[in-house]
C-alpha cells in the first residue's frame, strides 16, 4: 500500500502498459479520429452540411470535457477499472447506433454519448490508471509508451477506416469498428487493468480545495489551455494555409502528415531530458520554439523547405502537453487527488481544443492567415510564461508522493 492509502501491484507492469497502449490506440481511432472519414458519405445520406456535421465533432469533444470533472472524482475513488470497462461497452454501443442513424438531430444524440464514452476511456482516465499504478521512478516512461502507441492512432485507423468505407459503405464499416473496439477493449479494460488503481479510500476534499484556490493549478490550466488550443488551431489550418501560400494539396497534406510522427518524437525528447531539468522549463522551452514556428510560417513558408521545417518544428511540440501534464500535478500536489485535478484542469482545456479552431477559422477570413499564426505565437508564450511562473511558485500543499518542481524528475 502506497503513502496515499492506495493498493498498488508494482509487479509485472508490463501487461498494463500493453493493455492501455492498445485500448488507446483503439479508441482514439475509433472514438475520435474515424469521425472525419464518415464526413462525406454521412453529408449525402443525412443531406446534411460541413458545418453541421462539423458541429457534430465539436459537440462530442465538448461533452468529453463537461464530464472530465465528475469522472476525476470517480477515478479517485474507486479506480479505472469498471469505470473504463463500462465506458468501453458504451462507446462501442454508441458506435454501433451511430451506424443507424438517419437525421442530424440523432446524431447529434450520438455524439453526446460520444463524448461521455470518451471521457471514460481516453487519456484522462488512463493517466489516472498510470498515476496510481506506478511510482515516480516508472511513471514517466509509462506514460511515454502508451502515449507514443497511440500517437499512431491517426496514422492507423484514418487508413482502415477509409478502407472500410469504399469497401462496406460507411454504416457497414461502423458496425465492423464497433465490433472491433468491443473486442479489443472490454476484455482488456475489465481483466487486464484489475488489481490496481481502485482506491481505498476516500480523496480529502481539502486537498482539492486548497489546490483550486492555489496559483500554480490556475498557472497550469492557463498554460495548458493556451498551448492545446494553438495545436488544435495548427492540427485544422495547417493545409488550408499552405495551400494558400501556394503549395500544392498532395503537399499540404504530406507535410502536415509529419505532425504525427513529430508529436511522438516530441514525447520521447521530452521524457529523455527530465532526468536534466525540471519538467515545467523543458515543456516552456517547446511551447516557446512553437510559437517561434508560427511566427516563422507566413514568412518562409512559401518555399517548400520553409514550410517544411517550420511544421517541424510546431510539430515536436505537439504531443508535449499530453505528457507534461500529468507529471507537473503529480509533482506538485501527490497522487491522491490526481484524477479529479486533471478532470478540473481538462474542463476548459479540452473546451480549447474544440472551440479554439472555429474561432481561428472565423478569424482567418477577417484578418487573414498570418494574424491567425501571431494569434498562436501568441498562445504558446503565454503558456511558456505561465509555465516559468508555476516552477517559480513555492509549493504550498505537500500530499503523498511530490518533489519540488523547481528540481529535475528522478
Same mark, same amino acid.
Request: hydrophobic share 55%.
Given at each position: ?11 509485472s507492469? !508490463?501487461?498494463v ?11 482514439y ?7 472525419s472519414?464518415?464526413?462525406?458519405p ?9 458545418a453541421?456535421?462539423?458541429?457534430a ?22 479506480g ?6 463500462l465506458?468501453s461497452v ?9 451506424s ?8 447529434y ?5 460520444l463524448?461521455?464514452?470518451?471521457g471514460?476511456?481516453l487519456?484522462?482516465?488512463?493517466f ?6 506506478f ?5 514517466a ?15 492507423i ?7 472500410l468505407?469504399?469497401?462496406y ?10 465490433a ?23 480523496v ?13 493549478f490556475?498557472l497550469?490550466?492557463v498554460?495548458f ?8 488551431v ?5 493545409v488550408?494555409?499552405?495551400?494558400a ?7 499540404a497534406?504530406?507535410v502536415a502528415?509529419l505532425?504525427?510522427?513529430?508529436s511522438v518524437?516530441?514525447r ?8 536534466r531539468w ?8 517547446v ?13 518562409v ?19 508535449v ?6 507529471a ?5 500536489y ?14 476548459p ?5 474544440a472551440?479554439a479552431?472555429?474561432a481561428? !477559422?472565423a478569424?482567418?477570413q ?6 491567425v ?6 498562445a ?12 517559480a511558485?513555492?509549493?504550498v ?14
Amino acid at each position: 500500500m502506497n503513502g496515499n492509502g492506495l493498493y498498488v501491484i508494482v509487479k509485472s507492469p !508490463a501487461p498494463v502498459i500493453g493493455a492501455l497502449a492498445i485500448t488507446q490506440t483503439a479508441g482514439y481511432g475509433v472514438l475520435y479520429y474515424a469521425f472525419s472519414v464518415f464526413i462525406t458519405p454521412m453529408a449525402h445520406d443525412l443531406h446534411a452540411g460541413l458545418a453541421q456535421l462539423t458541429g457534430a465533432a465539436t459537440l462530442s469533444v465538448l461533452v468529453s470535457a463537461l464530464v472530465a470533472p465528475p469522472i476525476g472524482r470517480w477515478l479517485d475513488r474507486h479506480g479505472g477499472r469498471g469505470l473504463m470497462t463500462l465506458g468501453s461497452v458504451l462507446g462501442a454501443a454508441t458506435v454501433l447506433v451511430w451506424s443507424q442513424v438517419q437525421s442530424v438531430a440523432q446524431l447529434y444524440l450520438v455524439c453526446v454519448a460520444l463524448g461521455v464514452s470518451s471521457g471514460m476511456v481516453l487519456y484522462e482516465a488512463a493517466f489516472a490508471v498510470i498515476v496510481a499504478w506506478f511510482d515516480a521512478a516508472r511513471r514517466a516512461r509509462a506514460l511515454l509508451s502508451v502515449t507514443v502507441v497511440a500517437g499512431f492512432a491517426s496514422s492507423i485507423f484514418l487508413p482502415l477506416t477509409g478502407f472500410l468505407v469504399d469497401r462496406y459503405g460507411w454504416r457497414q464499416a461502423l458496425v465492423v469498428l464497433a465490433a472491433g473496439y468491443a473486442v479489443i477493449a472490454v476484455p482488456l479494460h475489465g481483466l487486464l487493468l484489475r488489481g490496481h488503481g481502485a482506491a481505498r479510500r476516500t480523496v480529502a476534499p481539502e486537498i482539492v480545495g486548497t489546490a483550486l484556490r492555489e496559483r500554480p493549478f490556475w498557472l497550469l490550466a492557463v498554460a495548458f489551455l493556451t498551448q492545446t488550443g494553438a495545436v488544435g488551431v495548427i492540427a485544422m489550418l495547417v493545409v488550408t494555409y499552405l495551400i494558400a501560400l501556394g503549395h500544392s494539396p498532395i503537399f499540404a497534406a504530406g507535410v502536415a502528415g509529419l505532425l504525427g510522427v513529430l508529436s511522438v518524437t516530441g514525447r520521447v525528447v521530452t521524457t529523455g531530458l527530465q532526468g536534466r531539468w525540471p519538467v515545467a522549463l523543458i515543456t516552456a522551452g517547446v511551447f516557446v520554439l512553437q510559437g517561434v514556428a508560427a511566427l516563422l510560417l507566413p514568412l518562409v513558408g512559401r518555399s517548400p523547405l520553409g514550410a517544411i521545417a517550420s511544421v517541424v518544428l510546431f510539430g515536436l511540440g505537439f504531443g508535449v502537453g499530453t505528457i507534461a501534464r500529468p507529471a507537473l500535478l503529480v509533482e506538485r500536489y501527490g497522487t491522491a487527488a490526481y484524477a479529479t485535478l486533471s478532470g478540473a484542469a481538462a474542463l476548459p482545456i479540452t473546451a480549447a481544443r474544440a472551440l479554439a479552431p472555429l474561432a481561428a !477559422a472565423a478569424f482567418a477570413q477577417v484578418a487573414g492567415y498570418p494574424a491567425v499564426m501571431v494569434a498562436v505565437a501568441a498562445a504558446c508564450g503565454l503558456g511558456a510564461l505561465s509555465l516559468v511562473f508555476y516552477w517559480a511558485s513555492p509549493i504550498v500543499i505537500a500530499v503523498g508522493e511530490h518533489h519540488d518542481p523547481r528540481e529535475p524528475t528522478t
